[in-house]
C-alpha cells in the first residue's frame, strides 16, 4: 500500500504546507508507504521524509477565471507516472486547484480519491465559472471529502448545490500542535 499525497507546498510556515507536512511526517513516523507529489519550483526543505518527495507538478494559479487562468489550463494535464510501488489511494491535502490534478491521477491509476476541504478555499472554486466546471466533477466523484468542520462540510455542499453527506466525514484540526 502506497499513499499519493498532493499538496502545493510542505512549508511549516504556511496554512496548507504546515498540514501537508504535519500529515507526510505522522505517515512517516508510523512507517505508511507514501509518496508526497509536490511542484518543480517548491521549496526544497530537510525533512525526514525527503526520499518520498516528488517534485513533478506544474505550478498552477488559485483560479482559472481571467486570461492568464485559462493560459494555464493545459498545465492542469501534465502527464504523471507513478513508478512500480503500488498506490492503493490518492489524496488531494490542496482541495483547488491541486484536487483536479489528483483526481485526474486517480481516474488514470483506478484509484480512490479523497479530498481535504479546508475552509473558504474549500467553497471558492464554486464561485467561479470556470473553476466551477473543472471542480464539480472533482466534488462529485471523490470518494471521500474529509472536511475541517461542519461548517466548511456545509458551506461546500450549499456552494456546490449537492448534498454528499454520505461522503462527507469532519476531522476538525487540533488547536495546539501535537
Not at 506544474?58 to 498545465?75: A, E
Not at 456546490?160 to 487540533?174: F, H, Q, V, W, Y
Amino acid at each position: 500500500m502506497t499513499i499519493i499525497l498532493i499538496s502545493n507546498t510542505n512549508e511549516p510556515t504556511s496554512g496548507w504546507g504546515t498540514l501537508t507536512h504535519n500529515h507526510a511526517l505522522t505517515l512517516h513516523r508510523h512507517d505508511v508507504p507514501f509518496v508526497l507529489l509536490l511542484p518543480k519550483n517548491a521549496k526544497r526543505l530537510s525533512v525526514p521524509y525527503n526520499d518520498k518527495i516528488k517534485y513533478i507538478l506544474p505550478d498552477l494559479p488559485l483560479s482559472f477565471n481571467g486570461l492568464g487562468g485559462i493560459l494555464s489550463l493545459p498545465r492542469l494535464w501534465p502527464k504523471i507516472n507513478l513508478e512500480s510501488r503500488e498506490p492503493t489511494v490518492v489524496h488531494s491535502l490542496v482541495d483547488f486547484p491541486y484536487a483536479v490534478l489528483a483526481w485526474r491521477i486517480a481516474r488514470k491509476y483506478k484509484l480512490p480519491f479523497i479530498l481535504s476541504a479546508l475552509g473558504t478555499y474549500s467553497v471558492r472554486p464554486f464561485t467561479n465559472f470556470i473553476d466551477r466546471h473543472l471542480f464539480l466533477p472533482v466534488y462529485r466523484n471523490a470518494d471521500l471529502i474529509i472536511a475541517i468542520s461542519h461548517f466548511t462540510a456545509q458551506r461546500m455542499e450549499a456552494a456546490a448545490g449537492e448534498s454528499r453527506k454520505n461522503k462527507i466525514i469532519t476531522i476538525n484540526l487540533p488547536s495546539t500542535p501535537q
